[in-house]
């Protein structure tokens, strides 16, 4: 993944700096983007990066591999005239700040996943301007609808979001209210949910648990809200309803997994 940064130094600090980096790589048809706040240590060889936050990222989905790489390309060339050098070396997770510092934790808890269907034909159909004003209402309700539900947004991927709650049935309610609200954009969404556990170190959030809600929002077909077994089980006593979607093999991930529709 070729790497990017901008530096800005502190006036404060003289080893210490306040920068930003910018990631692009391509895969077939899509383009992968990651970027954000950073800090940089040293200097030379000897210089360390590390991001000081959870960075943002957003796929770009081409249509073809020849557009996707002028695309990245075009995506690189502009960044270069923005005063970024390129950064050969790795971004490490958020610099601890004691030496040895917290441990890192296990924290459980319900993932959910929203996705718009067909993103890219509809992007075509209303052109960029309009595209980014349904985008824009797109995220103001889907934001809207985590905070009543007292979600955590993690991460944006271009027309995503992922977002974790303490409570199972709070993701599955606030999944249904998000539905309702951008059906008045013309929208049709996928979602998943899952319940596990994850691991917070250094500012991180990693786990399998992330990976496997991927794979159940990918099984969704428009305006289907799916969820694990996982989640399923931790609902069972409430009045939510659900419907046997059958057993299925999440790609990537051990073992087959059955799954269940939320019935409105």
């Known amino acids: 993944m070729p790497k990017f940064l901008r530096i800005g130094v502190h006036q404060s600090n003289v080893s210490g700096y306040t920068s930003k980096a910018w990631c692009v790589r391509r895969v077939g048809s899509a383009v ?15 210089r360390k990066v590390y991001w000081t936050r959870l960075p943002q990222e957003k796929t770009v989905r081409c249509g073809t591999a020849q557009r996707a790489q002028d695309y990245a390309k075009a995506a690189i060339a502009r960044r270069r005239s923005h005063r970024y050098e390129p950064l050969d070396g790795p971004i490490a997770p958020r610099r601890r700040a004691e030496e040895g ?13 929203v996705d718009i269907v067909g993103s890219t034909a509809k992007a075509a159909k209303l052109g960029d301007a309009r595209w980014t004003k349904v985008i824009g209402h797109y995220y103001a309700a889907v934001r809207k609808e985590l ?15 992922l977002a974790t709650f303490k409570a199972p049935a709070a993701g599955i309610n606030c999944a249904t209210a998000i539905q ?6 013309g929208l049709d969404i996928r979602v998943g949910l899952h319940a596990g ?14 990976h496997i809600g991927t794979r159940v929002a990918a099984k969704a077909r428009a305006g ?3 969820v694990s077994s996982a989640v399923r089980d931790l609902v069972a006593k409430s009045e939510i309803r659900f419907r046997d979607h059958g057993v299925h093999q999440l790609k990537g991930v051990p073992a087959r997994w059955r799954l269940y529709r939320v019935e409105h």
């Open 224 to 226: 289907e809200v799916l």
């Open 147 to 161: 905070k009543s539900s007292r979600g955590k947004e993690v991460v944006t991927t271009g027309d995503g979001i």
């Open 180 to 185: 309702k609200a951008v059906r008045t954009l």
């Open 32 to 46: 992968f983007l990651k970027w954000g706040a950073v800090e940089v240590q040293g200097a030379g060889d000897g």
């Open 197 to 210: 556990e994850y691991e917070v170190s250094g500012g991180e959030m990693v786990g399998l648990a992330f």
């Open 101 to 113: 510092g917290a441990a890192s934790k296990q924290v459980l808890a319900t993932i959910l996943i």
